[in-house]
């Protein structure tokens, strides 16, 4: 069984950045693909950056330029480096398999980008 706990949201001004974590709890996650979703408010839960095995990366046209994802598989841990962030960005951020997620989701974490 996987689990996933994500970490590093908070408030930032537009223009600010994050980087956020994610630790899989699991035995086989560098054999994965994995991705980060979000899920603002009223909407549903999107997948915004995924990240191969073997490091290849694939990002939703909304934040491409902007987010960077990385993972350190002998750490067990996934990154996302989120730059020049927007309103529109704010949402609660989860880890997850991409492109098809388990139902394993951990709590996420928030991300607020507001003055």
Known sequence: QV?????????VQPGGSLNL???DS???????P???YRQAPGKQRELVATILSGGNTLYVDSVKGRFSISRDNAKNTM???????KPE?????YC??????TASWGQGTQVTVSS
Do not use: H, R
């Open 3 to 11: 689990q996933f706990v994500e970490s590093g949201g908070g408030l």
């Open 21 to 23: 974590s994610c630790v």
């Open 34 to 36: 994995m991705g980060w």
């Open 79 to 85: 990154y996302l480096q989120m730059n020049s962030l």
């Open 89 to 93: 960005d704010t949402a609660v951020y």
């Open 96 to 101: 997850n398999k991409a492109p098809k997620p």
């Open 26 to 32: 699991g035995s086989i996650f560098s054999l994965l």
